[in-house]
């Protein structure tokens, strides 16, 4: 019997149309795990809407993520 596998990779676009992968975990109830270089494409900021609200993802300069509202 074959072990099931612990994660898969499913493909997304976005409201822009651009495609991003996704990772899923097996386990029930686990969050989607998304590579951050796909959500950020070179850049070093990000402007999310969220029900209205605009946030800003942002990279520091020691790699480090950070979300303002």
Known sequence: MSEPNP???LSHQNA??????TRTNSTAGA????D???LMK?????LINHL???YRL???RNG????HK
Do not use: D, M, N, Y
Request: aromatic share 4%.
């Open 31 to 34: 969050a989607p795990a998304v």
């Open 64 to 67: 480090k993520l950070i979300l």
């Open 7 to 9: 994660s898969s990779q």
């Open 58 to 60: 942002r990279i520091t």
């Open 36 to 38: 951050s270089s796909s």
């Open 52 to 54: 209205g609200e605009i």
């Open 42 to 46: 070179g850049q070093k900021e990000l």
């Open 16 to 21: 822009a149309g651009e495609s991003f992968e």
